[in-house]
């Protein structure tokens, strides 16, 4: 009787732009599948992005249909997410797709940013196909993480809005991990011995393929790590962010480090990273409570601006005429009738990425 082959799936995972290109990159170079086809190499990211395509394309689709960003800066948001994760069709999808890649290969990484949004996804679908996960999150000073997205990403989202999502996208990825097999990596340690950081994992992980380093593979690794990449050696006198969300992200960076360090991720760590998102999650709802105004006009229907004091916007479009003339109990069977209608074109959107 054939004795089954052992298996390693690495998740590299946390926010982007803090060095998750260059780990993905180098265990592919070291003897991890990553899977095809991958998202092509640009000016931002010259050495690759070690993301495969239909990862990307599957995830962003889940964030679309729940109105999320991938650096989305809301606590809330992570329910919101979990929830196009509890779609049979959604994990149909995924376990899939990644039964095919490890039948292609024993050891497979897989890198996107996007993939800590779906977590208890990946999970699911690693338990069915009898996996145990290792997740890998790099860790990277928000400064320099916030100033790459801005090149890379461009200017649409603030550098405060930036900040407040750095801190809770690292929140998140420590705590949805905490009970799984998992290491953390400073980018600068990374770049500083490569080798050394790598044997780390392959060591506390229990990977082959990193704890007894191929020559061969090491000296591939050796032409791919440039250290004159990391060019954002940056601090916040560049960034326009609030002293309190500077603040309180310098707390995070402190709290979170200890974890990259032996012996470092320990119930005492945890315990302060739970305090910090405490804390995050009350200035967080602070700001939403002074911004109410802000919201209430950006949610604005049909010219009509939200309620109150008897005045009136713009005219009513003509659809809006129409619509009030229809009975309100009526209106609402109206628009579960159409929910109902709208579920698998949302669920076909998101599986367009097969």
Not at 131 to 151: D, I, K, N, Q, Y
Not at 199 to 208: I, M, N
Request: a positive charge.
């Amino acid at each position: 009787m054939s004795v089954p082959r052992p298996r390693s799936l690495v998740l590299v995972v946390g926010v982007g732009r803090s060095g998750t290109s260059l780990l993905a990159g180098m265990l592919g170079q070291l003897g991890f599948h990553i899977p095809r086809p991958e998202v092509k190499a640009n000016s931002t990211n010259p050495r690759g992005f070690g993301e495969p395509r239909w990862v990307v394309d599957f995830h962003a689709a889940l964030l679309r249909s729940q109105r999320i960003t991938v650096n989305d800066s809301r606590p809330a948001a992570w329910e919101r997410a979990a929830r196009s994760g509890e779609d049979p069709a959604v994990h149909g999808a995924l376990r899939d797709w990644l039964a095919g890649q490890l039948r292609e290969a024993d050891a497979v990484v897989v890198k996107d940013p996007r993939t800590v949004w779906h977590l208890p996804l990946w999970m699911r679908c690693a338990a069915d196909l009898g996996v145990t996960p290792s997740f890998v999150t790099m860790l990277r000073h928000p400064a320099e993480t916030l100033t790459s997205a801005r090149t890379s990403y461009g200017t649409w989202q603030s550098a405060a809005s930036r900040a407040a999502a750095w801190l809770n996208v690292t929140l998140e990825t420590e705590r949805a991990t905490r009970d799984a097999q998992r290491a953390f990596v400073r980018y600068d340690d990374l770049l500083a011995d490569w080798r050394g950081q790598v044997t780390r994992l392959g060591e506390l992980l229990e990977l082959p393929l990193l704890r007894d380093l191929d020559p061969a593979r090491a000296a591939l690794v050796d032409q791919f790590v440039d250290p004159t990449l990391h060019r954002n050696r940056v601090r916040w006198d560049d960034l326009e962010v609030p002293d309190r969300l500077r603040e309180m992200a310098e707390d995070v960076w402190r709290a979170v480090g200890p974890l990259a360090q032996p012996g470092g991720d320990v119930p005492a760590a945890h315990a302060a990273l739970d305090e910090q998102r405490t804390r995050f999650e009350l200035l967080y709802r602070e700001a939403e409570e002074i911004a109410q105004s802000s919201v209430t006009a950006a949610r604005r229907r049909g010219g009509r601006a939200g309620g109150g004091g008897g005045s009136k916007g713009a005219a009513p479009t003509l659809r809006v005429r129409l619509a009030r003339r229809v009975p309100v109990e009526q209106r609402r069977r109206l628009r579960r009738a159409l929910g109902v209608l709208r579920a698998p074109r949302a669920r076909a959107r998101a599986l367009r990425g097969r």
